[in-house]
């Protein structure tokens, strides 16, 4: 055995001793991700809910992990119940959920955020209504008035504006400094109707092992009628756990899986280092972003979408005279254009001319011109200076 070798073999060991010691005095840390996962243990989980849930559903529940779109393609259904959960659903499988609806089923959506054109469909517009810390959900039936549940770890504060007419409330986000908002609604559709709720955490491990908080859970399910449910769990999430996750779950395999990964580079640079001859030379990597941002403009402007456009300036507009100016920009009002002209010093007529236009960026039912965006996007920028 040279001497080389020799070093080499110390050093790796040396390494890989003080890898093992790190590990097994490393600390368990929560994983506070929201990932909504039916198998998951962790605090925003599904584990607890998907344990549950033949129970909740008297045992009619039957969970699809398929597509909607090809499961009613290949399946043909008397009305049923159709339970949607934080889930990533495709266009075509919309229009058939909205189908059986409309033929008399009934859909729960327990999700932040709709996709546009199904949420205009169905007859609202999701946005985001709280920016609290905690807040408690209640329902407005007064039977289930003494259920509520109270967030008090990363509320998500999406709710429901626009509303049309006929649309039913059946819950709200209560918080002590602002009004009452929507957050869970009934929609008629059809022959069947629409039930959706914009705050998923409450069905999450952390919130339904709190005690009384699964009363609330029970009355939201409860307006579903008593017969057959479909729940459409993610469609990858058997083959989303590849082996990597039982390597990393196990504290002995792990340490052997970080010990080869060391080996492995140790060898690499060590191997690298005694073949090594000419370093080519390496361009440094060209700043992309201004191109990026070219690109995603290029892209809208070939859309024409410039409706969305305006709203996403507006939007980022409000979120930096919230930040930068202290204002609160709740209600876009005469009061807003006064505390605006006080902070900026810019004349009166421009703050009223660029809240107007916010106003239209903020309504889904205006009709916004190519002008429009290019007056708001000027006018926007020159109160900021």
Sequence with gaps: MNKTFRIYAVIFIVV???????????KETTDWRKNFDINEKSPFGLFVFNNEAKDLFK?????????????????????????IIENNIDTESWKKIMDQVSKGSDAMLVMNLMPKEIADSIGFHSSDISFEDENVLKLTDKKYRNDFIQLD??????GFSFIKPGVEVLGKTVERKNTDQANFIKVKFGKGNFYVHSEPLFLTNYYLLKPGNVRYAQDV???LQDRETLWFVENDTKASRFFMRFVLGNPALKYAWWIFLGGLI????????RKQRIVPVIEPLRNTSLDFVKSIGNLYLQEGDFHDMM???????LNKVRMDLLIDTQNIDEELAKKLQLKTGKPMEMINEAINLIKRAQDPYASV???????????LDELLK
């Design 153 to 158: 770890k990363f509320p998500s504060g999406k």
């Design 16 to 26: 890989m001793v003080i890898l093992a010691l790190l590990e097994v005095n490393k």
């Design 311 to 317: 709203a996403k300036k507006a939007q980022y507009f």
């Design 59 to 83: 045992n009619h529940l039957k969970k699809i992990d398929r597509a909607p779109y090809e499961y009613y393609s290949q399946n043909k259904k008397e009305v049923h119940n159709i339970v």
């Design 266 to 273: 140790l060898f690499i640079f060590f191997n690298a280092k």
């Design 369 to 379: 011109m190519k002008e429009d965006l290019a007056r708001i996007n000027k006018l």
């Design 221 to 223: 399910f409860s307006y």
